[in-house]
């Protein structure tokens, strides 16, 4: 029977078996997860991490299983498969090829080791002793130099661990594209840091601003942005986050801080950016592991494009100033120009957590240096806490005088991501190209911000990139979005502008 | 090697099965539950729905597994098994022989019914046409008739669907029950109607209060009953209930009506009840089906206990009433007796849940009569309107004037609930009873209440009853509590006591 079954019918199987994996995965990373992060009491995570785990090792027998495998080998020979069972297929290797490839023994290993390492990563952390956690790295590295082996890649290992996150990335052309900004950050970072504020610094408790008046203020700008309320919700947490049960089902949580709203406000713009992307997927993609966004760095993207290119210019403010003098009475700030120029400072901190727009960009730069030569063996763990001081110098111009401030600020490599961290670099280039072939379109930002005609902006992204979710590979789906593959020119015209206007440069 | 395990071995097996299914059965429950009663946004419901079906069919598999069913039989027929494994058995045993021993295409039938049946009630309610949902109800007794063979039962079918719900409870216990009680209800309740109430009607807007003060005394209320905010929550929803995802992680959900707190207070305080009785389930019974409330009925007794015996009592209103009057500045209501009248207020209502404490038994008693009539065979669905109606002239004293207000009015049967009802009478005998044994050992609840002892009480619950999880079946926990099988007699005369009081009959 089962060796007569059509096409059709196997992919009815393979459909069948896809929305199971997508009930348990939905499932545990937004639901559990979104409650464990918003409501849950505290004494509640025990047995939900006890869930968490279970439905956890469900969703993996589910990718490891015989029929899957099998229904996905018979599609993948295909070639001449409709796009979407490509697509489907594609997505379901990419998934688990990740897992299958490892040797069991060795991925238990790994989490194993993960688990202990995170542990220990927060202790080296709190004594300031990057010793102790030096011999857990090194098995990390290890660990995924042999993951990159399994996987497979071509040029070098490193291309295998950042395609987990982007697929299709090599090191060739994420050292071009690093290549090209690097000069032009420092460069720019050392020119303002010349010229200094124009408005100087704010005084202390000016972006103080009651929780009541920041929540208020969230909710609405969601809604400006075209966040539907009926899709989705807005919650607080301690880790702002978005997460999407189903198109129709997009939360998002925010957290705000009493003494400067700026935070919960850039927070919620980040998110909101997310959740619009999540929201405006095609919902005939669910059950095909497609109704999902096309990857972390392009998710991240929208959230830059709304956080930064929408949420710090001038237009924006333009339009948000007077409704938030009206939503938020308390509100000490009184000139629009003084707001606009406070949340493009640029400053330079040892900390990416707190770095500004500019800044962030040279945090992401010295980790995708330094854990490239890490997976590529030219450079040790031992060496490590110097490089990354030499490199804050010449780079930032500040020196960490310890390790907590240096190399043990990141959570990242302890919880097992290699090759993450050149998606936060990806992302700013992304977005910067999306604003820029959506001005080619509609025109200036500035313009449409200023008039508030945020529905045109929505529904560009929307109909460009948003309702594809993961049917296209990232790079293809910038490619179709804006007529080109990724550059970092965008980028660079969109900081040189920004930080032109905002520090006033020509009247220099 | 399987046919050699230990008994330990097995055991273990055994466990490891009721923890894979418990963590299904609590996430589906409780957690997925709970966020679609309280926050999920409505277009999530789509999906939603589909990944409880998911689950649900998940559950069902498991508890079918032939794994499973060999380990059972394995220990239930050692004699000699240490209490807690004999519990553990005979709880998995109750909840899979309601499903394996229906034949699964009657048991696919009968749930493609109950979908249809649903909806046809709904219609059928909103037309105010019994005929309509009658062919339906039809065949769902004769389900559960059918149901009843397949389950086993000595005396007759109506005792295998009671004891679904409360396990043990026969016919003729139930008769016995109900027959000590109608008399002397349906008495009591006829001298009250001729007495009237001492103050007479309350004005008009007399309970309104806003939200926010009204789930500020929610919230003081729990506390001072003594539930645990650090191991659950209060939120609100259009449907109170209470889920318990485990010991550590119940929800409370409440519902206010602005112009009249007295509902949402008792709201909370009958969700309250079970609140307490799920987080005081010793967690060391999860993973054996056992950190569960004893049966339906036992929890509602808490729910009752906490709603009626206590929340309607003097001494109760005693000690809230001025602290209320500080909490809720905008209350309108300012003498005590007042508030205390109003909330005792017996008046004969057609529609079960508007129903006063007192009455609401004779409304459960006609459904009672009639569920097992029906079942028995004695009464014909074509009869029911005619038999509902005559039953409601001659206990309450009205008559319904259309089935809408009748015998359409609940949703119970067109859900497949059968032998359900007789759960909301013992529940009250229960609490009654409980309150008793309680008064024997820590004095009268009257002093108790006004001098705010709500701890003993609450610990006194957690000792007796609430730790022991499903242990014991109910009728052994109620023995074991209060030192003899459940009787009518303390709930007869506490409203006898009750009504005495609020009607002030002695004064006559």
Chains 1, 2 share one sequence.
């Not at 990419?94 to 202990?116: D, V």
């Not at 690093?178 to 303002?192: G, M, S, W």
């Not at 401030?405 to 961290?421: C, K, P, R, S, T």
């Not at 990139?465 to 969109?494: M, Q």
Request: glycine share 6%.
């Amino acid at each position: 029977m089962r060796r007569c079954a059509s096409d059709a019918q196997k992919l009815e199987q393979l459909r069948r078996l896809i929305r199971e994996i997508e009930y348990l995965k939905y499932t545990l990373n937004s639901t559990l997860y979104w409650d464990k992060m918003t409501y849950m009491p505290e004494k509640g995570l025990t047995y939900r991490s006890e869930v968490m785990s279970f439905l956890g090792a469900q969703l993996y027998e589910r990718f490891r299983s015989p029929e899957l495998r099998s229904l996905v080998d018979h599609f993948s020979r295909q070639k001449d498969a409709p796009p979407q069972v490509s697509a489907m297929v594609r997505r379901v290797e990419s998934n688990y090829i990740y897992i299958n490839k490892i040797p069991q023994a060795e991925y238990q290993a790994y989490i194993a080791l993960i688990a202990k390492a995170e542990q220990v990563w927060e202790q080296a952390r709190e004594a300031n002793d990057f010793q102790r956690f030096a011999p857990y790295l090194e098995r990390i590295v290890d660990t995924f130099r042999a993951f990159a082996g399994y996987w497979g890649y071509e040029a070098e290992p490193y291309d295998a661990l950042m395609s987990f996150y982007e697929p299709g990335t090599t090191v060739q052309q994420m050292d071009r594209l690093a290549d090209e900004l690097k000069h032009f950050v420092i460069d720019l970072f050392q020119t303002l840091q010349a010229r200094g504020m124009p408005c100087g610094e704010p005084a202390e408790g000016r972006f103080r601003l009651p929780l009541e008046e920041q929540r208020a203020l969230s909710q609405y700008v969601l809604e400006t942005i075209g966040f539907d309320f009926a899709s989705g919700r807005l919650d607080e947490g301690p880790h702002p986050t978005t997460l999407a049960a189903s198109p129709g089902d997009v939360r998002v949580i925010t957290s705000y801080q009493a003494e400067d709203f700026r935070s919960g406000l850039f927070n919620t713009l980040h998110e909101g950016g997310m959740g619009l992307y999540e929201q405006d997927i095609d919902p005939a993609l669910l059950g095909m592991l497609l109704g999902e966004v096309a990857s972390f760095a392009t998710e991240l993207a929208e959230a830059r494009l709304y956080e930064n290119i929408i949420g710090r210019s001038a237009g924006f403010w333009e339009y948000l100033f007077p409704r938030m003098q009206q939503l938020c009475p308390s509100l000490a700030v009184d000139e629009r120009e003084t707001l606009f120029q406070s949340v493009n400072q640029v400053r330079p901190t040892l900390i990416r957590n707190n770095a500004d727009e500019l800044t962030y960009i040279l945090h992401i730069l010295i980790r995708y240096e330094v854990e490239k030569d890490l997976i590529r063996g030219t450079l040790s763990v031992a060496e490590l806490p110097q490089v990354w001081r030499q490199k804050y110098t010449d780079y930032l111009g500040i020196t960490p005088r310890n390790d907590r401030e240096g190399v043990l600020q990141d959570i990242q490599w302890a919880a097992g991501y290699m090759g993450y961290f050149p998606g936060y670099l990806t992302s700013n280039l992304m977005a910067a190209q999306f604003a820029a072939a959506l001005e080619r379109e509609l025109g200036p930002l500035r313009h449409l911000l200023a008039a508030g005609r945020f529905r045109e902006i929505h529904q560009w992204l929307a109909t460009r990139i948003h309702r594809f979710g993961a049917i296209y590979p990232p790079g293809e789906l910038v490619k179709r979005a804006t007529g080109e593959p990724l550059r970092s020119t965008y980028f660079i015209n969109y900081l040189r502008e920004k930080y032109t206007e905002v520090y006033q440069l020509k009247k220099q």
